[in-house]
């Protein structure tokens, strides 16, 4: 069965400073994995997704994320944190591959931003 | 364009009761699927709807029921509420089951069972 491991269920950055969120996946398929963003009370907002092809990820508010198959892992990563970036990230893997849109999500990791 | 919509948002139930919830896809979006996010945690499967039926499920008992009609849209039931279903229940929709094209998320409903 598919699954996935957020590491830190809180992170706290300073603004400008480096975001890096940690996420390891298990899958008996080659994975699809995601990253969503999910403000209070809204829905979950995609991120960034791999499929197949090149490794690493640009997504949407300029983060990016790296898939290392050696290392079955998929961290999240953004190079200057702003305030509105504090929200909680989950990471995600498709049941399937490519044969299905059900998701096993991560635990989340709730990040904060100090000014 | 609207995005995906969930109704109501919020919702207060005592144990035992059924509740119904509702959710209309992206538009041009045909399958729905449903999610539990209890506090704290990540979002779980539930089920998915395509083609008015019942495709896939997740590890949820019978009392987790739904349907979908033909314009797409869908409904969530829940019948003898535990105190343990209180959750934030989101729907997602997308094009086709079994593609990975992207999934829109609602904004939920707040399920609080006393």
């Known amino acids: 069965a598919q699954s996935v491991t957020q590491l830190g269920s809180h992170v706290s950055v300073s603004e400008g400073a480096l975001v890096l969120l940690r996420c390891n996946y298990s899958?008996?398929?080659?994975?699809?994995l995601f990253w969503y963003v999910q403000y209070p009370n809204q829905g979950l907002q995609l991120l960034l997704k791999?499929?197949?092809?090149?490794?690493l990820v640009k997504g949407i508010n300029g983060f990016e994320a790296e898939f290392k198959k050696s290392e079955t892992s998929f961290h999240l990563t953004k190079p200057s944190a702003h305030m509105s970036d504090a929200a909680e990230y989950f990471c995600?893997?498709?049941?399937?591959?490519?044969?299905?849109?059900?998701?096993?999500f991560g635990t989340g990791t709730l990040l904060a931003v100090q000014p | 364009d609207a995005g995906v919509t969930q109704s109501p948002t919020h919702l207060i139930k005592t144990r035992g009761q059924q509740v119904t919830l509702r959710c209309s896809p992206k538009?041009?979006?045909?399958?729905v699927s449903w999610y539990q996010q209890a506090l704290g945690q990540g979002p779980q499967f539930i089920f998915q709807?395509?083609?008015?039926?019942?495709?896939q499920r997740g590890n949820f008992p019978d009392r987790f029921s739904g349907h979908q009609f033909p314009n797409y849209s869908s409904e969530l039931n829940v019948n003898a509420l535990l105190l343990g279903d209180s959750a934030l229940y989101l729907c997602?929709?997308?094009?086709?089951?079994?593609?990975?094209?992207?999934?829109?998320f609602g904004s939920g409903t707040q399920l609080s069972v006393l």
């Open positions: 538009s041009g979006h045909d399958t």
């Open positions: 791999y499929t197949t092809g090149a490794t």
């Open positions: 899958s008996s398929v080659p994975p699809y």
């Open positions: 995600a893997v498709s049941d399937y591959g490519g044969a299905t849109n059900k998701l096993i």
């Open positions: 709807y395509y083609e008015e039926e019942e495709r």
């Open positions: 997602a929709s997308s094009i086709g089951p079994v593609t990975n094209e992207k999934l829109f």
